[in-house]
């Protein structure tokens, strides 16, 4: 019972701030690395110790965006050309101000409304699978904020 508790105390002094940095690294990953995979332009970076450091900026949307949303993404209410454009800039927008801790809550509570979208029209069967895991990651993030290690804590500190 002793190691368990030495085990709980030292638990309980990790920050939050590096808990929620892990988080928005997480939470970002999935959502930029789609918008990178939807957008054509010049490539920087490299790969570094096998993991992928490499950003594409965007110049143009790939005409394959525009059929995926024309044909598998078939999202209510939205045009096909204006999902694929409203989803593609939210992708490329909302994980690097999450990643920097910038608007966070506001751009976590973004992807959220994605994630839901996505779990609703898109990909049904990818609760238990993905979206869960999002939204868990999502809502801690929405409810506890950026922590510390973050440009809204540098900006906004009280």
Not at 31 to 59: M, N
Not at 70 to 85: F, G, R
Not at 129 to 135: K, R, S, V
Request: net charge positive.
């Amino acid at each position: 019972m002793h190691a368990m508790k030495k085990m709980a105390a030292w638990l309980d002094a990790i920050p939050y701030s590096v808990i929620a940095l892990f988080l928005r690294v997480v939470a970002s990953h999935p959502f930029f690395a789609s918008g990178q995979t939807k957008i054509g332009g010049p490539t920087f970076g490299r790969e570094i110790f096998g993991l992928d450091l490499t950003v594409q900026i965007p110049t143009a949307i790939r005409s394959a965006t525009f059929a995926l949303f024309a044909d598998e993404y078939k999202l209510p209410l939205l045009s096909p050309n204006v999902a694929a454009y409203v989803t593609t800039a939210m992708e490329l927008v909302l994980p690097p101000l999450l990643l920097l801790g910038f608007l966070t809550r506001l751009s976590a509570l973004g992807l959220l409304a994605m994630t839901i979208v996505i779990q609703l029209f898109v990909y049904p069967d990818a609760w238990w699978t993905a979206h869960a895991y999002w939204t868990a990651l999502l809502i801690v993030l929405i409810a506890r904020g950026p922590g510390a290690i973050s440009l809204d804590c540098l900006i906004f500190r009280k």
